[in-house]
């Protein structure tokens, strides 16, 4: 189970990077630097990867990277848009629930089986998203669109998960995620006509923050999809993955201040602590997850 060590990491580098794109938003950065810069770089990146390929890429079955990456950068959208209406430690760990749409869409779709342990962690691991995201339900905020993005934004990605951990091996594990960020990249500039290319107008400050964001969205993309297409075990990953939220509240205490981020003081230690309570739960999650064995 030590390959469970990934997404750990990846939840930390996913978390301070939205840490950080927060911080690229308030320089004056919009939408379409953290969407079409980010997914460019992505595909520029893992794209060369598809010559390290040991076996013959099976070219009938491009749909299958195509596809996912198209669910990708719907999600990817979706979750940009949370971060700019809500706050990180709310937005972030409402993504947990990406947990229960791993285990149902594999079970419903690709016919995976689950433990009933298993079910009882994503079970364990949405509660605590949930219970996270109840503190953010007062007057005057944003709550249902942040929700209502937050949680679309986990049914994309939990159906990208899914798709690799179906096609990635068959396919090839790195052929596929080459050819899967080539073709995001192209769909995230499909996308700019949308923006208007004086949307990529952005000031020097936001630039350096977004280059940051951007290099910890690689490291943690790489990271997950790399571990669920080779253990293929998407439901484990993301119980683990789930942590983010945990990682996001620390860091807004932590660093919060350095990122010019006020959640800190305007949540309150009230809300903070609710957020922590739904915390507990998703590490009570992890570790049924790290107990039960490999998959």
């Known amino acids: 189970m030590i390959y469970l060590v990934l997404p750990l990491i990846a939840a930390f580098a996913f978390a301070l990077g939205s840490m950080v794109f927060k911080r690229a938003f308030a320089e004056g950065a919009g939408v379409v630097h953290a969407v079409v810069i980010n997914n460019v770089v992505l595909g520029l990146i893992f794209f060369p990867l598809v010559w390290f390929e040991p076996q013959p890429v099976p070219w009938a079955n491009w749909h299958q990277p195509v596809l996912t990456a198209a669910t990708f950068v719907v999600g990817h959208l979706l979750n940009v848009l949370s971060l700019r209406m809500g706050d990180v430690s709310v937005a972030t760990p409402l993504l947990g629930s990406k947990v229960i749409f791993v285990a149902l869409v594999g079970w419903w779709v690709f016919g995976t089986k689950l433990t009933s342990l298993q079910w009882l962690a994503a079970t364990l691991a949405t509660a605590g998203v949930l219970v996270m995201g109840l503190t953010d339900l007062q007057a005057g905020r944003k709550t249902g669109r942040t929700t209502l993005t937050a949680l679309g934004c986990a049914a994309m990605f939990a159906l990208t998960d899914t798709m690799i951990q179906a096609w990635g091996g068959p396919f090839g594990v790195i052929g596929f995620l080459a050819l899967q960020f080539a073709a995001l990249a192209m769909f995230s500039l499909a996308t700019l006509p949308l923006f208007g290319v004086h949307s990529l107008r952005a000031p020097a400050k936001a630039w350096r923050w977004l280059a940051v964001g951007t290099a ?80």
Not at 242 to 251: E, H, K, Y
């Open 216 to 295: 910890l969205s690689a490291v943690q993309a790489l990271i997950i999809t790399g571990t669920i297409a080779v253990w293929k075990d998407a439901s484990g990953v993301n119980i683990v993955y789930a942590t983010r939220g945990l990682w996001s509240i620390a860091l807004v205490w932590l660093v919060g201040p350095w990122l010019q981020n006020t959640e800190r003081h305007t949540v309150g230690g009230r809300r903070m602590g609710i957020r922590l309570l739904g915390g507990i739960l998703i590490l009570a999650a992890v570790v049924l997850t790290v107990r039960r064995g490999p998959p």
